[in-house]
């Protein structure tokens, strides 16, 4: 039998709660120095070999210089219809996503890695399409910008798995969602 395909949001936060400032900014993030391993992301970037991502989310990472290949699945949900030049390896959708994630995880790969922002997480959450979360806190507080999740009314239970904690001050939170009624 094949394990279940999970879908994992692995972002970092500030310790204030926000994923980047209002502008998108992430200065306070990416000037700190990472130790070796990366805080864990290379063996998790072992562990997944489809990226969900917001149309938002897609377009800083193309400004950030991301380079999308055809090496991994790279799925954009978006209301919009996708620009001329998408590269390959990238798919825009626009479908529900209950049962866009279920025909995703009966499909044989690893797990999915849904790549914030706060929108499509709030999303997905929403859906029950989210199994775990690995949240890495930023020593560090910015005062206002973009939350990690789009404010909604909802009760999520979370479990928590793990903790780790980095010479930096920064600390790795790993919970997996409880299943809801």
């Known amino acids: 039998m094949t394990k279940r395909r999970k879908v994992i949001v692995h972002i970092a936060t500030s310790a204030d709660g ?3 400032r209002s502008d998108g900014d992430l200065e306070w993030l990416t000037s700190r120095p990472a130790p070796k391993g990366f805080y864990g992301m290379n063996a998790f970037m072992r562990s997944v070999d489809t990226k969900v991502l917001g149309r938002k989310t897609y377009e800083v990472s193309l400004r950030m210089g991301a380079k999308f290949d ?10 919009h219809p996708p620009p001329a030049d998408v590269p390959s390896g990238v798919e825009f959708v626009n479908d529900a996503i209950g049962p866009f994630v279920s025909r995703l ?9 849904l790549m914030g922002g706060g929108e499509i997480i709030a999303s997905f959450l929403d859906a029950q399409a989210i199994d775990e979360f690995v949240i890495s806190v930023a020593p560090v507080f910015i005062g206002d910008g973009i939350p990690l999740i789009a404010r909604r009314r909802r009760h999520v239970p979370l479990d928590l798995h793990s903790i780790d904690r980095f010479e930096d001050g920064l600390v790795q939170l790993h919970y997996r969602v409880q299943k809801q009624p």
Do not use: H, L, T
Not at 70 to 79: E, K, L, Y
Not at 105 to 113: A, C
């Open 105 to 113: 995880r009966e499909q044989p790969g690893k797990d999915i890695w």
């Open 18 to 20: 926000y994923i980047a």
């Open 70 to 79: 055809s090496q991994s699945r790279n799925i954009v949900f978006s209301r």
